[in-house]
């Protein structure tokens, strides 16, 4: 079959041309070892050009309505490809969960377009059983009046989970509201501020000390003081109130005029206005901004629902490329007995590999950028000493393998394949977060290394290794004579024909 990439024909073209001067003349000393050196060095000096990557934007500190609108207009797109790539995919199963889910994902999406102009801020307590979340719901319901101009609901969302990690139960329903007053009884659990801590990145909030009426003052001011030094480490702009929702009744000894004396049980009013006074403050100058933060928070957990049902659903169509590649590379590492003719050719399959996975998910890369990439890619890999580590890992287990294919060819094809196969995976990986960012944002390669270490932790087992030497071996099994002949060479038509078929 006739390769249309244009990227390939040239890279592998070039390989292949050098190769053959290798093939027809041995001699070390003649005109040819000049052309050969001629062809790898203007080889490189093309592959080693490069575009400095841009810096991601950053987002703004104040939340307006044109940073929500922005992520919405992100999640039409997304919605939009889903639908339009759903009928490219093979796996039907895929395809069926994609089709279930468009008409919920886009009325998920119009709610959010509705909640802009949403009026009523919506207050949510959290907290450990038994802190007096309800006694605060229910006074806050009944007794609290707002500001004049604010329409309020109070929501006691749930109590801590142990069994799910101390976190709270519905996650959606947390996520929904505008503010959060965080309730303890006492100073804060291990648990209570294993919860408290993510609460505070997300959510604006009031850490509230209930009850405090049951404790002597000295008591009472050492715990106060316990929960502010929390609370600025955790959120320096967070406020803490102290109350008594349901006061402990008092006794009373009331003395007659004959000198008797009787007793009794009197009730003592609420002491939240520590609490109601600072949140009327809050919520009469923030509100506005306070429901746009809730929406631009609820519209970013929509969009990666989304994109992660767009990346399982690419990641059917990117997994073949990679295999593609990757056997391609092995059979260009096979056919070329000079090493740095291997790095030249897996390059030029790096960088076309960039621009394929690219055109998936969405990104596109003219050669230029795909070779930039890939050269990016090559150096980080160097840098990060995964070649290196790769290839003895696969000496090794070649070592011990019962047919002891560890010399020459197989290992450097083995290898190379590989390390495209590493290369494509981070590729999926980095698109996929990168489909996360402004449509603007220029990918930034220099940050693909954390990438590239988490995938080789994960696919570089011993196990998933050999694993991978087995679809080798399968995969070649003529080439097992180059681990016994280190001096034997492939006629050129196999290499043709080892191109044509990988590529098909």
């Not at 694993?467 to 681990?483: E, H, K």
Request: charged content about 15%; aromatic content about 6%.
């Amino acid at each position: 079959m006739k390769i249309k990439r244009p990227l390939l024909v040239g890279g592998l073209g070039l390989t292949a041309g050098a190769w053959m001067i290798d093939w027809m003349q041995h001699s070390v000393f003649n005109p040819t070892t000049l052309l050969s050196a001629i062809a790898v060095g203007s080889g490189l000096w093309w592959w080693q050009r490069q575009h400095p990557p841009l810096a991601l934007a950053t987002e703004p500190t104040v939340v307006d309505e044109t940073a929500v609108r922005a992520v919405l207009a992100q999640i039409d797109v997304a919605i939009d490809a889903l639908a339009s790539e759903m009928e490219t995919v093979a796996d039907t199963a895929i395809a069926s969960t994609v089709l279930a889910q468009l008409d919920p994902l886009r009325s998920q999406r119009q709610s959010l377009e509705q909640a802009l102009s949403r009026a009523v801020l919506q207050i949510g307590i959290v907290g450990n059983s038994g802190t007096g979340k309800t006694a605060l719901a229910e006074y806050l319901r009944s007794q609290w009046q707002p500001p004049s101009a604010l329409a309020t609901t109070v929501t006691e969302v749930g109590d801590l989970m142990p069994a799910a990690g101390w976190t709270i139960g519905d996650q959606s329903q947390i996520e929904a509201q505008d503010w959060l007053l965080f309730v303890t009884a006492n100073d804060l659990t291990e648990s209570e501020l294993k919860t408290l801590q993510p609460l505070a990145q997300t959510h604006p909030l009031m850490l509230v000390f209930n009850k405090q009426d049951q404790y002597p003052p000295v008591e009472r001011a050492v715990i106060l003081q316990n929960l502010a030094t929390r609370l600025q480490a955790i959120a320096p702009t967070a406020q803490l109130a102290a109350i008594a929702t349901c006061p402990q009744p008092i006794k009373v000894r009331q003395h007659q005029a004959e000198g008797t004396a009787t007793e009794h049980w009197e009730a003592v009013a609420p002491d939240v206005a520590a609490l109601t006074v600072a949140l009327e403050t809050c919520l009469s100058q923030q509100s506005r901004q306070l429901i746009l933060a809730t929406t631009l928070r609820q519209a970013r957990t929509l969009q990666r629902s989304v994109q992660a049902l767009l990346n399982q659903m690419r990641r059917t169509q990117a997994q073949p490329v990679i295999e593609q590649m990757q056997w391609l590379a092995a059979a260009t590492a096979f056919a070329n007995p000079l090493p740095t003719l291997d790095l030249l050719a897996t390059g030029a399959i790096n960088a076309q590999l960039v621009v394929d996975l690219g055109a998936i998910y969405g990104q596109t890369f003219s050669l230029e950028q795909g070779k930039a990439a890939a050269a990016a890619l090559a150096g980080v890999m160097v840098k990060l000493g995964l070649v290196e580590l790769s290839t003895q890992a696969l000496s090794t287990l070649l070592k011990s393998s019962t047919m002891t294919y560890v010399a020459g060819g197989f290992l450097q094809g083995v290898s190379a394949a590989y390390l495209t196969r590493l290369a494509g995976l981070s590729l999926i990986e980095f698109f996929e977060a990168q489909s996360l960012q402004p449509s603007t944002a220029t990918p930034a390669w220099d940050k693909i290394g954390e990438t590239l270490k988490a995938v080789f932790q994960r696919t570089g087992q011993p196990a998933l290794l050999g694993s991978f030497i087995q679809q080798a071996i399968a995969r070649f099994p003529n080439r097992s004579a180059l681990a016994f002949a280190p001096n034997a060479r492939v006629e050129p038509n196999s290499l043709a024909s080892s191109v044509e078929l990988s590529a098909s």
